[in-house]
């Protein structure tokens, strides 16, 4: 099994500011089959960045995700207040499906 | 519009069975893998289980294997879990999850439902 882990665990910024998620796998992720979600409270997870850097339907630009083997990266570029929320890598190149614990960002 | 919408949920002691259902509509349900991942209150997504398109091919994560079952009814564009003998920790919000890709075997999950809860306490 693949573990994900995510760095920091919350993140306290300010709207317009950038932010910046890590997400470390326990081994190589194959063909960069890694994708982030957020999540916000009392929501569903919503699909952000698949195959490590293409942007899902509809997601803005601000959004950008980077990385390779077991090192990704996702980027905010100017925080939205509707940004503020729960974000979670996962890794799909196995069988068995894989998520990270979550990083938090919230206002500071 | 694609909608998922899951239901079967509800509160049930510890080592009985629940089935949970997940109905599809606005897209062509025959033609996608399908995904269960589940929340416990308060924590991350874990994935549970995933199924393919003809149901062909079966995942499930070490901690249901066993106990829960994956299937679906590509006639009645439903999904669906069978979760026998039900332990404290299977207590979660699940949500069931689309692929996003219809032709690649790995993809990420696009479109997911609002979820149901189970709660598994005596």
């Known amino acids: 099994e693949i573990v994900l882990t995510q760095s920091p665990g919350t993140l306290s910024l300010s709207p317009g500011e950038r932010a910046t998620l890590s997400c470390r796998a326990s081994q190589s992720v194959s063909t960069n089959y890694l994708a982030w979600y957020h999540q916000k409270p009392g929501q569903a997870p919503r699909l952000l960045i698949y195959g490590a850097s293409k942007r899902a339907t509809g997601i803005p630009d601000r959004f950008s995700g980077s990385g390779s083997g077991t090192d990704f990266t996702l980027t905010i570029s100017r925080l939205e207040p509707e940004d503020f929320a729960v974000y979670y890598c996962q890794q799909y190149g196995s069988s068995l499906v894989t998520f990270g614990p979550g990083t938090k960002v919230d206002i500071k | 519009e694609v909608q998922l919408v899951e239901s079967g949920g509800g509160l049930v002691n510890p080592g009985t069975s629940l089935r949970l259902s997940c109905a599809a509509s606005?897209?062509?349900?025959?033609?996608?893998?399908m995904h269960w991942v589940r929340q416990a209150p308060g924590e991350g997504l874990e994935w549970v289980s995933s199924i393919s398109s003809s149901g062909t091919y079966i995942y499930y994560s070490d901690s249901v294997k066993g106990r829960f079952t994956i299937s679906r009814d590509n006639a009645k564009n439903s999904l669906y879990l069978q979760m026998n003998g039900l332990r404290a920790e299977d207590t979660a919000i699940y949500y069931c999850a689309r692929h996003r890709g219809v032709v690649v075997i790995a993809d990420a999950f696009d479109i997911w439902g609002q979820g149901t809860m189970v709660t598994v306490s005596s």
């Open positions: 606005g897209f062509s349900f025959n033609s996608y893998s």
